[in-house]
């Protein structure tokens, strides 16, 4: 049973940082791509940051590009997402997701987290 498990998520003011993980089990990711998407209430879901597990390439959408990196551990099958300089606008549900695959233009994964939430107040 393939599980992704994310932690991480809370309340922080603008400006603060937070680290979101992402645990997988139940089978490898290594020549697929995992995201990070996130969702605010009557919004689109987004994907913000993608990684390849198996050479590190990382991809940002605009709005989080400089102030998020994501990356991932092997070893403890893990990904995650540093956020830093967090803005008001960054407040969402954050999943973690994989493998990716674009259809029409949005990413789609056939694994899902259940979601992690992040406020950020100003």
């Known amino acids: 049973q393939v599980q992704l498990v994310e932690s991480g998520g809370g309340l922080v003011q603008a400006g603060d940082s937070l680290r979101l993980s992402c645990v997988a089990s139940?089978?490898?990711?290594?020549?697929?791509?995992m995201g990070w998407f996130r969702q605010a209430p009557g919004k689109e879901r987004e994907c913000v940051a993608r990684?390849?597990?198996?050479?590190?390439?990382?991809y940002y959408a605009d709005s989080v590009k400089g102030r998020f990196t994501i990356s991932r551990d092997n070893a403890k099958n893990t990904v995650y997402l540093q956020m830093n300089s967090l803005k008001p606008e960054d407040t969402a549900v954050y999943y973690c997701?994989?493998?990716?695959?674009?259809?029409?233009?949005?990413?789609?994964?056939?694994?899902w987290g259940q979601g992690t939430q992040v406020t950020v107040s100003s």
């Open positions: 139940g089978r490898t990711f290594s020549n697929y791509f």
């Open positions: 990684i390849s597990w198996s050479i590190g390439s990382t």
């Open positions: 997701a994989g493998p990716l695959r674009q259809i029409r233009g949005r990413y789609e994964a056939d694994y």
